[in-house]
């Protein structure tokens, strides 16, 4: 009981307040630390730096140009068969024709390294048309583009496989980036005007659908001297 006219003891309530605020600043004061310590701790990177345990994206652009003029030209060099003596053996009989010269992934068509030598016709759809002796029935053409159709330089090779990859879309893009190397190294300087009437040498990959439509894609054309 506080008798009239003593003092109000104000000590506890103070020493409360006080106690507060130490408690506060205390936690603040940790708070800080920790933030401090996470902020060192963490590691700055691009989205473009791979994360660990990601499988990299593929570059098709990076892979065609890695691989076409180190592996793929020189594997369609040393495979290439004669067109006249491909064509009568597929002619013969195509699985052992195949199996003897061409290359395949699972079951799908043969495709084959070839060469020839002719003479050249018109141009017309992206398609330069040769005359090679002995093979007067059969239509026989090269592509120029603008745009290069199919996938026989990544099938003739015989080193590019399916499970190279991760999955359907970048096999197709592989053999894309194949084509679009063709259209840099081959065809961009290629003057398909002047070629018509000459006798000219062909290097390159086709994947027949029939043996007498041939539609070759090059590696390498080149005009008689």
């Known amino acids: 009981m506080t008798t009239v006219g003593e003092p109000r003891r104000a000590g506890g309530s103070v020493g409360r307040r006080l106690g507060r605020l130490t408690l506060g600043r205390a936690c603040l004061a940790a708070l800080v630390i920790l933030i401090a310590a996470i902020l060192a701790d963490t590691t700055y990177r691009s989205d473009d730096v791979q994360r660990a345990g990601e499988t990299q994206k593929f570059d098709a652009a990076r892979y065609g140009a890695q691989t076409y003029e180190s ?72 592509q120029i583009g603008p745009a290069v159709n199919g996938t026989a330089l990544r099938d003739a090779v015989g080193f590019i496989k399916f499970g190279q990859f991760t999955n359907q879309v970048e096999y197709a893009d592989a053999g894309t980036a194949l084509n679009n190397q063709v259209k840099a190294k081959v065809l961009a300087s290629l003057d398909v005007a002047a070629l018509k009437g000459k006798e000219v040498t062909v290097v390159g990959a086709m994947t027949p659908l029939t043996p007498d439509v041939l539609t070759i894609t090059p590696i390498s054309v080149k005009a008689a001297s």
């Open 71 to 142: 592996k793929v030209v020189p594997a369609i060099q040393q495979k290439a068969v004669d067109i006249v003596t491909l064509h009568k053996a597929i002619a013969a009989d195509p699985e052992t024709a195949g199996r003897r010269y061409g290359n395949r992934e699972g079951t799908g068509p043969y495709s084959y390294a070839v060469s020839l030598t002719g003479t050249a016709g018109d141009a017309e759809a992206g398609l330069l048309r040769v005359e090679v002796p002995d093979l007067d029935d059969t239509r026989i053409s090269v």
